[in-house]
T-cell receptor, first 109, second 114 residues
Framework: QKEVEQNSGPLSVPEGAIASLNCTYSDRVSQSFFWYRQYSGKSPELIMSIYSNGDKEDGRFTAQLNKASQYVSLLIRDSQPSDSATYLCAVSGNNRLAFGKGNQVVVIP | GAGVSQSPSNKVTEKGKDVELRCDPISGHTALYWYRQSLGQGLEFLIYFQGNSAPDKSGLPSDRFSAERTGGSVSTLTIQRTQQEDSAVYLC????????????FGSGTRLTVV
């Protein structure tokens, strides 16, 4: 089993809609969880961190964590064309972050 | 510095040559990480430094790869006798004190081996 899995294929959403991204992880002792955004040809940029079960909101972004189910999600409300990017889920453990392969989001005007 | 600085931004090298990639982390960040990202692939961990020591080198793909960090600051990733499969974007990241709070990436070095 991979450390961090993001299984969904590319996600196309109309402008103004909600984009929902999911991630599962294998290490039960992981303590911190992150979502990074990566524009094409650029490096990853940290957009959300979450450390405890429940929801954490920051502007149009909401991260959700369920440690019992080993599940992290990201919601993007009122999606904008500038949200079109690849979103990487990352989980801490063994002195480093393990990353999922990412989900591409395309926001259609 | 204000951010993580990597140089060069692009490097084209001939197969069999050695290359050095440099990373200058955010001032005060004690932890430094190297990853690589091949086209369409995820981020592959290479090595982790805490200060000048490298407690985790488990991701280095072969003995052609080595890295060092001096003065608790600048790090150099060296690839000897480059191969075409080494072509990728090499990303450096730093954090304080460890990965718990996430880390900041540099803009990367795009390495092309021809």
């Amino acid at each position: 089993q991979k450390e961090v899995e993001q299984n969904s294929g590319p996600l196309s959403v109309p402008e103004g809609a909600i984009a929902s991204l999911n991630c599962t992880y294998s290490d039960r002792v992981s303590q911190s969880f992150f979502w990074y955004r990566q524009y094409s040809g650029k490096s990853p940029e940290l957009i959300m961190s979450i450390y405890s079960n429940g929801d954490k909101e920051d502007g149009r972004f909401t991260a959700q964590l369920n440690k019992a189910s080993q599940y992290v999600s990201l919601l993007i409300r009122d999606s904008q064309p500038s949200d079109s990017a690849t979103y990487l889920c990352a989980v801490s453990g063994n002195n480093r972050l393990a990353f999922g392969k990412g989900n591409q989001v395309v926001v259609i005007p | 510095g204000a951010g993580v600085s990597q140089s060069p931004s692009n490097k084209v090298t001939e197969k069999g040559k050695d290359v050095e990639l440099r990373c200058d982390p955010i001032s005060g960040h004690t932890a430094l990480y190297w990853y690589r990202q091949s086209l369409g692939q995820g981020l592959e961990f290479l090595i982790y430094f805490q200060g000048n020591s490298a407690p985790d080198k488990s991701g280095l793909p072969s003995d052609r790869f080595s890295a060092e960090r001096t003065g608790g600051s600048v790090s150099t990733l060296t690839i000897q006798r480059t191969q075409q499969e080494d072509s990728a974007v090499y990303l450096c990241a730093s954090s304080f004190p460890d990965s718990y709070y996430g880390y900041t990436f540099g803009s990367g070095t795009r390495l092309t081996v021809v």
